[in-house]
């Protein structure tokens, strides 16, 4: 069983943790602030109102983008967490972790 508070203090998993905060954090502000600036916008003002095509307002679109972000995010995060996988792995090798055993 590896030491983990070992670990934790290592270049490896610093750098590990560095990474995965410079996407979460950004992407987290993203996700939520376009959510919340939804809502706020078609609970306070008549902004989005406006037409777009024939009958489909801004309205539709904005929400409709709010899917297509999502599944953007979701897409790029999947991508991500592999590369974060991968570097976790490596930082336990060098702690003697072997992968095929404890996986």
Not at 60 to 79: C, D, E, P, R, S
């Amino acid at each position: 069983m590896p030491d983990f508070e070992e670990i934790e203090s290592s270049a490896g998993f610093k750098d590990l943790m560095k990474k995965k905060k410079a996407f979460l954090i950004p992407t987290t502000i993203l996700f939520l602030g376009l959510y919340l600036l939804f809502n706020i916008i078609i609970s306070y003002t008549n902004l989005l109102d406006a037409k777009f095509i024939g009958d489909i307002s801004w309205v539709w679109v904005f929400a409709f983008g709010l899917f297509a972000m999502t599944w953007i995010l979701v897409t790029v995060y999947m991508k991500r967490a592999a590369k974060f996988d991968e570097m976790a792995w490596e930082t336990l090798k060098e702690f003697n972790y072997d992968k095929e055993e404890n996986r």
